[in-house]
């Protein structure tokens, strides 16, 4: 079945840097969403692209797809610890289902 | 917003007991989903189902059963629970028209003893 993969599997910046997060997949799709979640939470929603979109923003998060390449990317923006979370995309797995990669895990220091 | 909510956020259990994991949405969702966590692994989804009464088999099954008698809760249940079931639990809801991004829960973390 196809799934997303995300790279890098860790991530540690300062405040106000930028984050950039990508995700590979092995099939064709006709969207893909991005989720967070906190530790020791539940996921949460964050966006969703789909395949006839290029570029989608969302106040500091910025997230492309290229369907060529089977990638997308997740950029946040001037960082803060708040955004210290595992970051998971999800590609369409058949009949509303979702599969989710890995995820990347996200450490924004102060 | 749509508020999904699991029973226990943290459970303990003994091997071979027969455990029950409840979820309610608030949200008139058709489709629901459990899936388990693990280090690595991502989510791997265990059942879901997309009506009363309804359900299919995710990628990883084996060990449990669901029950949707109502449309706002779908229950996971470990026939008899193993070691190798301690995890994060997540639930989800999803509406069923278009694209709609799933809602999930706070999970239920589970330890096996």
């Known amino acids: 079945s196809q799934q997303g993969e995300e790279d890098p599997q860790a991530l540690s910046i300062q405040e106000g840097e930028n984050a950039t997060m990508n995700c590979s997949y092995k099939t064709s799709i006709n969207n893909l969403q991005w989720y967070r979640q906190n530790s020791g939470r539940g996921l949460v929603h964050l966006i969703l692209?789909?395949?006839?979109?290029r570029e989608k923003h969302s106040g500091r998060l910025r997230v492309t797809l290229d369907t060529s390449k089977k990638s997308s990317s997740l950029l946040i923006t001037a960082s803060r610890a708040a955004d210290t979370a595992s970051y998971f995309c999800?590609?369409?797995?058949?009949?509303?289902?979702?599969?989710f990669g890995a995820g990347t895990r996200l450490a924004v220091h102060p | 917003d749509v508020k999904v909510t699991q029973s226990s956020r943290y459970l303990v259990k003994r091997t071979g007991e027969k455990v029950f994991l409840e979820c309610v949405q608030d949200?008139?969702?058709?489709?629901m989903f459990w899936y388990r966590q693990d280090p690595g692994l991502g989510l791997r989804l265990i059942y879901f189902?997309?009506?009363?009464?309804?359900?299919e088999k995710g990628d990883i099954p084996e060990g449990y059963s669901v029950s949707r008698e109502k449309k706002e809760r779908f229950s996971l249940i470990l026939e008899s629970a193993s070691t190798n079931q301690t995890s994060m639990y997540l639930c989800a809801s999803l509406l069923h028209r278009g694209l709609q991004p799933q809602h999930f829960g706070d999970g239920t973390r589970l330890s096996i003893l």
């Open positions: 999800a590609t369409p797995g058949g009949y509303n289902k979702l599969i």
């Open positions: 949200m008139d969702h058709e489709n």
């Open positions: 692209i789909r395949s006839n979109e």
């Open positions: 189902s997309y009506d009363v009464k309804m359900k």
